[in-house]
């Protein structure tokens, strides 16, 4: 059914039509209202007898989400940014125990500086930690995604993570068409678990592994997300033959087929890409882009083949690798060899910052004349960064960064004493 | 139990509590003592000889079991316990048994009961366990947590009184004076571990108002077994905190494992109580009381405080600990708590 409504509003109700068991989550923003609307369902009533476990941390909210995926229930939990790195320990348990728990990560800046913004930086620190990472463009996607991240975890018995940007998705109205519970019930069966904590069969789980075992069972998890390759795009073309709408899959090319110029992002900011591309079309630039929904696994082939005919890519993060600079164009990188082709790093949106499209438009335009540095950061203001480096190497107790630069920007309140 | 006059007879279990056995009714017997015991960590893990966590959870789980008639799930910390039973293929558990983290062992545990309620299997019971490091430190914030909820949880704590796997660093739990490997008596400013309050964590579960709190020693199994299923008979948070001697890291005999449990005991430095709703409903009053010194000497971790000169100073520090818990508590008979 066709309904205006918030991007949490429209996971919270996909996610209860999946009838979870067991929803785990601790507050974080911008997370919150997705798990307040899940409470919401629970203590009305309509998730049956689905428990709704509020605690203390977000290390405890997986910790239960493991304990209960163990016993058989269909386990959900949600968090973003400091909330995601305070499970990283869990994360790792979760998915090297083959549990299949599908979170949410409401994508948001990590602190220092504290940051509640939306960048890609929370889930990309995490993106070997053994879970599936599907990326959301808009809020039908990021509802759809919810479904076959359920479908696809019990499939392989691996956790997935669901990323929607945060407020830039998660608090934003749009029209979505949420399934109703029969299409769910018909499209996801009751939860099979492969390994399950049952006194009738007792089981040891999480034992003691040595050398002579360790390297099999990471191989295994690799193999499993080699099947998720397979498994992602079976499941995106079930989800679309039972609900009539595309949605997930690996890759998305968009007017990529003859495109020289190639732009690869991901999550909401194809939007605003998908719109440049078009007004440089119009002017006959031969330009394209190229959504990726797997972060992990990665589709190497699917990426290969989408820029075997360009002549540049131009990667767009929300995250930054310190230090070498990118982490989407490394793995990129790794589905080109052997194809020749100039390949540029742009590191955008950081803690919220606006990716518009006049930045973009002359991003790409730089792009399709070669005139881009190898790493760019869009719309960085470099008067700001050498005023602080100049501050730095005059020696002497210089003061904290962000507090400088936010004293300069004169915003925010920030006054010198 | 009353003899042929009507006069209260009691009985003291002793070091193989195979007298105590026998005089006893069946039905009051030890759960080891039957033939359908569950074994529930059965023979064959890597424990060294004499360790009192074995000896603890194998009666407090075997008692669980039987509370439960088999219907039990336990989550276990990181730690001794988990590492010596579980060198995979191997595994001593006889029950459903989850590792996941050294920190998260209440919270997997409250997620396993979660599960249980929304599939309706509240038949299915869940204990948590964990050695004192995994339950006073790393894992406080989750037990806290379990307890504040209110979950269907029993969780047992075996404290030898530090990190033991990781090779005997101090704990929260570590008692003034103990010599560990960062707490080594070096110079006589340092006599051992730091005086202080370290974490009292039976009173601090109590402080959460839980339907039941115990303390118990592996001297007296018995009461440990009685404590277990007196726990399985409420539902909601539950702890149980088990004193359990650590010949390795406390440089003791091994056969002085019950030894030195009855020791702490009858010194008064171990408290062992029961309280129901944040208030103490029963102590374990003292037999025979025994100055501190008979509690430290045997063990190489106080060796430090009976050199030349000795150090009564340290000693008297500790005697006077023990005082004030026997006074708290009314350890002693006559007295009330």
């Known amino acids: 059914m066709l309904r205006q409504l918030e991007g949490s509003a429209a996971v919270a109700e996909t996610v209860g039509l999946c009838r979870p068991e067991v929803v785990c989550a601790y507050p974080i923003s911008p997370q919150t ?64 125990l083959g549990l299949p728990i599908v979170m949410t990560v409401a994508n948001r800046a990590i602190g220092a500086p504290i940051n509640i913004w939306n960048d890609h930086s929370d889930a990309m620190s995490q993106r070997d930690c053994g879970w599936i990472q599907l990326y959301a463009e808009d809020n039908q996607e990021a509802a759809d995604l919810h479904v076959q991240a359920f479908s696809l975890a019990e499939r392989l018995s691996l956790p997935v993570m669901v990323c929607m940007d945060g407020f830039v998705l998660t608090h934003a109205y749009e029209r979505v068409d949420l399934p109703t519970a029969e299409q769910v019930d018909a499209f996801l069966p009751p939860f099979e678990p492969r390994q399950v904590l049952d006194p009738a069969d007792p089981v040891t789980i999480g034992a003691m592994v040595g050398p002579e075992a360790f390297a099999e069972v990471k191989y295994l998890a690799h193999a499993k997300q080699m099947q998720a390759l397979d498994a992602i795009p079976e499941v995106a073309a079930e989800f679309e033959r039972a609900f009539g709408r595309p949605s997930g899959g690996l890759v998305r090319g968009y007017r990529a087929e003859d495109a020289e110029t190639i732009v690869i992002g991901l999550g909401s900011v194809l939007g605003t890409i998908e719109d440049t591309v078009d007004e440089l079309r119009e002017d006959g630039v031969k330009i394209g882009a190229l959504a990726i929904k797997s972060f992990r696994p990665f589709p190497l082939e699917e990426v290969r083949a989408a820029l075997a005919g360009a002549k540049r890519v131009v990667v767009l993060e929300k995250a930054l690798a310190v230090g070498i600079g990118g982490i989407v164009s490394a793995n990129v990188r790794m589905a080109l060899s052997g194809i020749a082709l100039h390949g540029y790093t742009v590191i955008a949106g950081l ?18 004349e070669d005139r881009l540095e190898p790493l760019t950061f869009l719309d960085l203001d470099r008067e700001r960064v050498e005023a602080e480096l100049e501050r730095m190497a005059s020696g002497g107790r210089s003061g904290p960064h962000a507090e400088n630069i936010l004293r300069e920007s004169g915003i925010v309140g920030a006054r010198s004493h | ?88 293929p191997e595994s001593s558990w006889q029950l459903p048994w989850i590792h996941s983290l050294f920190g998260n062992a209440p919270a997997v545990a409250s997620g396993v009961a979660a599960a249980l309620r929304a599939k309706g299997r509240e038949d299915v019971r869940v204990i948590g366990q964990g050695g004192d490091g995994g339950t006073v430190d ?54 051992g571990n730091q005086f202080g309050q370290g974490k009292d964590l039976p009173r601090i579960a109590m402080a959460h ?129």
């Open chain 1, 33 to 96: 209202h997705i798990v307040e609307g899940l409470s919401d369902l629970v203590r009305a009533g309509r998730l049956g007898s689905c428990e709704y476990v509020t605690v203390e941390s977000e290390f405890a909210a997986l910790s239960v989400c493991i304990g209960a995926s163990a016993t058989g229930a269909r386990t959900y939990t949600a968090t973003a940014s400091q909330g995601l790195l305070y499970m990283a320990e869990a994360l790792y348990n979760a998915s090297g």
């Open chain 1, 351 to 368: 803690g919220g910052r606006p990716i518009t499209r006049r930045s973009l438009r002359a991003l790409f335009e730089q792009a399709i």
């Open chain 2, 1 to 88: 139990m009353a003899d042929s006059n009507g006069q209260r007879v009691r009985f003291y279990q002793v070091g193989s509590f195979a007298a105590g056995n026998r005089l006893l009714d069946p039905e009051q017997r030890t759960v080891q003592a039957r033939m359908d015991r569950s074994n529930t960590l059965t023979s064959g893990h890597r424990a060294c000889q004499g360790c009192g966590e074995a000896l603890g959870a194998r009666y407090a789980l075997d008692a669980a079991m039987r509370a439960t008639d088999g219907k039990l799930i336990a989550a276990n910390a990181t730690g001794c316990l988990e590492v010596f039973s579980t060198p995979f």
């Open chain 2, 138 to 191: 790393i894992g406080f914030g989750c037990l806290s947590g379990m307890f504040e909820r209110g979950d269907d949880v029993l969780y047992v704590c075996y404290d030898n009184e530090a990190y033991m796997n990781t090779g005997v660093q101090r704990s929260g739990a570590t008692p003034p004076a103990a010599r560990t490997a960062n707490t080594k008596p070096i110079g006589r400013e340092h006599p």
């Open chain 2, 209 to 337: 108002g839980i339907p039941y709190v115990a303390t118990a020693t592996v001297a007296d199994l018995h009461d440990l077994e009685r404590k277990v299923e007196a726990a399985m008979e409420l539902h909601g948070p539950r702890y149980i905190h088990v004193f359990v001697p650590c010949p390795l890291g406390w440089g003791a005999a091994a056969a002085d494992t019950i030894k030195l449990a009855r020791l702490v005991v009858e010194s008064g430095l171990f408290p062992v109580f029961e309280a129901a709703g944040g208030e103490v409903v029963g102590v374990s009053k003292i037999r025979h009381q025994v100055p501190v010194e008979d509690y430290l000497k045997p063990q190489r971790r106080y060796a430090h405080l009976f050199g030349d000169p000795p150090r009564t100073d340290v000693i008297e520090r500790l005697q006077a600990i023990a005082d004030a818990n026997i006074a708290r508590y009314g350890l002693l008979d006559g007295e009330t708590a």
